[in-house]
């Protein structure tokens, strides 16, 4: 963990760094440009990565991973002007805390495109930072990254933020990283949408 916990510092700090890099570039455009190789302006944050080092979030990674919704993940959080990406990435206990007719439903969906519509759901194509976020609450239902079908409801309670499906209700914790065009938070549960749990 301790491990981990480094290695996620080393690659905040790299970003950091060639993020100032960047900054130093912009603030000073008459400067000579360096005669050795200049740093790339453009960092990208590897989402597998990132959910591998913070968290636990396996569960979740696992399942982006098998359907390669990471792929669909990645290039928008790659592509700077297509709005960015907000991703809420449920804690592998909020897996384990599944009821069991939903863990069996869950389970059930590994053949069909419907895993990847529950994945995808826990996703908007575009960049919230928190105080964004909050303001969603106003345009409810809003359309999540596995379309306009599947929404989710955005409630803010004196400052708690809660996503609302039709059979859950979870709330945003920590910050998991927030500098646009990606943003990844904490939830609390599985976000479980009408289309594909029917029943309780
Ligand atoms: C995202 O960008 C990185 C760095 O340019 C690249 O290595 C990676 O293949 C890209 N991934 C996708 C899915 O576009
Ligand atoms: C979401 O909000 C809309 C608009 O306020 C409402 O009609 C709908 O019933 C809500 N859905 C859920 C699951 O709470």
Not at 35 to 45: A, D, E, N, T
């Amino acid at each position: 963990m301790v491990f981990k916990k480094l290695i996620f510092t080393t690659a905040i700090l790299a970003i950091a760094l060639s993020a100032s890099a960047v900054a130093d570039k912009t603030k000073n455009p008459s400067a000579p440009s360096s005669p050795i190789h200049p740093p790339s302006p453009v960092y990208h944050v590897d989402l597998a990565v990132l959910l591998n080092v913070a968290g636990p979030f396996q569960t979740f990674l696992n399942y982006l991973q098998k359907t390669n919704v990471i792929e669909t993940f990645q290039s928008q959080a790659n592509n700077t002007k297509a709005g960015g990406i907000t991703i809420l990435v449920p804690r592998d206990s909020a897996f384990a805390a599944l009821k069991k007719k939903k863990k069996r439903t869950l389970g059930r969906l590994s053949k069909r495109g419907q895993l990847k519509s529950l994945l995808l759901y826990h996703a908007f194509r575009k960049f919230y930072s928190l105080g964004e976020f909050s303001k969603l609450s106003r345009r409810n239902p809003v359309a999540t990254f596995a379309g306009s079908r599947y929404t989710l409801n955005v409630t803010n309670d004196i400052g708690t933020i809660w996503v609302k499906s039709a059979w859950s209700n979870a709330k945003i914790g920590s910050t998991v990283y927030a500098t646009a065009p990606v943003a990844v938070y904490e939830v609390d549960k599985v976000l479980l949408p009408k289309q594909i749990f029917r029943s309780e």
